[in-house]
């Protein structure tokens, strides 16, 4: 979990600083789109981990209540 | 199927918004403003001077028949345009400024394409001189005409600065509506917790303020982002910012208060009587203190309750109502999950304890 956090947010900030390299078509607006896709990719991220979370956690109760059985 | 009316109610809501809001273009707008050959944007009184301009998603039969500078007293017609070969468009103006005018004044730059008026704030200054003042009542008619400004173009608008990442309207913003929408529903189950004692209540109010932290967070970090872009910092100075992260603080503490206690109904009991003291603080500190605070780079800010027009143009707001509910319905989505494993959880503990 905390591996997947870490490259997440080294890879954030490099994808931010390429982004945002070029001035000149900063200015133009063009390069801004860019910061959509980012804001759009973190919270799928964020979300799908969460839901990765507690799979894994409805996976430990079932395997629990084999066990019992 | 009936039951679930509201999560395909969400998911169809989103995919609209996620598709429209990445595929619709921006309307042709000014990007920037300043004066040809030279790196200064004040302009002297009764001099001529000629203002270069630089246009955004401009099609083939783009023309530019009207430039102006105006502000809330003046107004200046430019007196001869023409375009240069790299697309940029060059103004000729001669302010003339009386003395009425005690200082430098900031003006905002319009053109006129066909019906339609652009607009780039705080593009220029003129500094005062000795020539005739331009009396207010001449320009009224032209200004109703601007302050219309007739939605002709279909597109998001296009604002300096922000430009194409506007859409992280869509993307960003229902982030702290889905996060405020899950804790009031949160201090709404705590309430009943405490009234009835019943453990259910209180297991939807926490996963409720688990996954409201979730969207606090993802709302951090794309702001966060958001803000790199545009304004090149990780966390501007913006009172809206540093509430929210006192805010999110507060809500940290919650979490820790309840692992610390091991007996559930005492847990709910604590977790629910501090969420309900934590709520209106959090509530205080992200929409009230920004609001005192003045100026931010969020709206809504300082003055205005509602969404001011100049917010939110009409194809804005096309998609972001359905964007606030699309994303509140999933969160609430999400939510139910993380309630209904807890439930499960609870009931097997429950058992196991007989």
Same mark, same amino acid.
């Given at each position: ?7 997440? +947010? +080294? ?15 900063? +200015? ?18 964020? +979300? ?7 799979? /894994? ?10 066990? /019992?059985? | 199927?009936?039951? %679930? ?16 809001? $990445?595929?619709?273009? $921006? ?9 040809? %050959? ?22 083939? #039969? ?14 200046? %017609? ?27 004044? &900031?003006?905002? $730059? ?13 593009? !220029? ?43 992280? !309207?869509?993307? #960003? ?11 009031? $529903? ?6 009943? =917790? ?6 259910? #209540?209180? !297991? ?46 507060? =809500? ?21 009587? =501090?969420? !309900? ?19 931010? &780079? #969020? ?21 972001? =109502? ?15 999950? &993380? ?12 058992? %196991?304890?007989?």
């Amino acid at each position: 979990m905390k591996r997947i956090f870490l490259t997440l +947010i +080294i890879a954030l900030s490099l994808a931010c600083d390429l982004s945002a390299a070029s001035a000149a078509e900063l +200015i133009r607006g063009n390069a801004k789109f860019n910061a959509v896709v980012i804001v759009l990719g973190i919270i799928f991220i964020g +979300i799908i981990l969460f839901l990765v979370r507690l799979d /894994k956690k409805v996976s430990r109760l079932e395997k629990k209540e084999d066990m /019992k059985s | 199927m009936r039951q %679930n009316w509201w999560k395909w109610l969400g998911a169809i809501l989103l995919a609209y918004v996620i598709i429209g809001g $990445l595929i619709l273009p $921006l309307k042709t707008g000014i990007t920037g403003v300043r004066l040809a %050959n030279s790196s200064s944007f004040e302009m002297e009184s009764g001099v001529e001077t000629k203002v270069e301009a630089d246009f955004y998603n401009f099609g083939d #039969h783009f023309e530019v028949n009207k430039v102006l500078l105006k502000n809330d007293s003046f107004l200046f %017609n430019a007196h001869q345009i023409s375009w240069n070969p790299d697309g940029t468009l060059t103004a000729t103006f001669l302010p003339k400024m009386g003395t009425r005018n005690e200082s430098t004044v &900031l003006y905002t $730059l319009y053109c006129q394409s066909k019906n339609k008026w652009m607009a780039f704030p705080m593009a !220029l200054s003129i500094r005062k001189g000795v020539a005739d003042t331009i009396p207010v009542a001449a320009d009224t008619l032209m200004k109703t005409a601007i302050d219309a400004n007739p939605d002709l173009l279909k597109g998001f608008p296009d604002r300096p600065i922000l430009n194409e990442s506007i859409r992280n !309207l869509l993307y #960003h913003v229902p982030m702290w509506f889905s996060m405020i929408f899950l804790l009031s $529903l949160a201090a709404w189950y705590a309430v009943k =917790y405490l009234r009835t004692g019943n453990i259910d #209540h209180d !297991l939807r109010s926490d996963s409720l303020i688990r996954i409201g932290i979730l969207a606090g967070i993802l709302g951090c970090i794309t702001g966060m982002v958001w803000a790199r872009i545009t304004w090149n910092t990780w966390w501007p100075r913006d009172p809206k910012l540093n509430g929210v992260a006192i805010g999110m603080l507060m =809500y940290f503490a919650y979490l820790l208060l309840r692992a610390g206690i091991r007996d559930d109904h005492q847990k709910a009991r604590v977790g629910a009587v =501090y969420n !309900l003291f934590v709520f209106p603080i959090f509530i205080a500190l992200i929409i009230i203190m920004p609001k005192l605070a003045g100026d931010s &780079l #969020h709206p809504g800010a300082g003055g205005t309750v509602t969404f001011k027009q100049y917010d939110l143009d009409n194809t804005l707001r096309k998609f972001f =109502y359905p964007a606030v509910i699309g994303w509140i319905l999933l969160y609430t989505w999400v939510a139910s999950l &993380l309630y209904r494993y807890r439930k499960i959880e609870y009931k097997i503990s429950e058992e %196991n304890a007989e």
